[in-house]
């Protein structure tokens, strides 16, 4: 059974940047990992821009080729149906956080396993996701215009360089309030490392480290 790990997010949620620590993460204990690009929404934090990093690092990349690999268009890869069909790949999905988002995500819902993970990254620092109606308003349409099922919620609350532990623990309050309405389980509370432990003592569930920040194309210099 291979296995299929989508990451959706609404813009500003770091869900990119999830998707790329917990890529870097899986090759780094000798799993066969692919991260897939389908994010049409937003080009400024998007996985293709960091496909010789991470390759370097035994993660495959799959994105559209030229002259497609920089539009803003529902593309699929012509690789993500190897990966989604190899049973020792985990394969990761990196999809915008929008309704065209989600419809890439529903046009590949009949080819992807039924036990196809849907992780949905919540930043409740921003506006689409600032409160519990709002997130359960998000989370509602993704599920219908996707198709398929949200099966648990990354709590990834922050400020960038003036997020505290304070804000990270807010952000948890208001996801696990979320979790305990929709009955679907938070699992991961995103940090920077040097406020895993903190934040660990005052959440129970597992803390997810992010080693790797992420910066504007224009910032980068891998």
Known sequence: MSHVEVMVGAFGSGKTEISINYALKLAAEGRKVALVDLDVVTPYFRSREHAKFLEERGVRVAFPLAPYAAAELPIIPRDIFKYISDPEMVTILDIGGDADGAKVLGSLAPQLPKD???????????????????????????????????????????????????????????????????????????????????????????????????KPIWEQDW
Request: net charge positive.
């Open 116 to 214: 196809t993970r849907v992780n949905i990254v919540i930043n409740t620092k921003r506006p689409f996701t600032a409160t519990e109606d709002r997130i359960k308003a998000y989370i509602a349409e993704i599920e219908s215009v996707s198709r398929l099922k949200v099966t648990d919620l990354i709590s990834n609350t922050n400020l960038g360089k003036g997020t505290s532990s304070d804000t990270i623990l807010e952000g948890w309050d208001i996801v696990k309030r979320v979790s305990l309405t929709l009955k679907q389980p938070v699992r991961w509370v995103c940090v920077e490392k040097e406020l895993e432990m903190e934040v660990q003592k005052n959440v129970d569930v597992q803390v997810f480290p992010l080693g790797l920040k992420l």
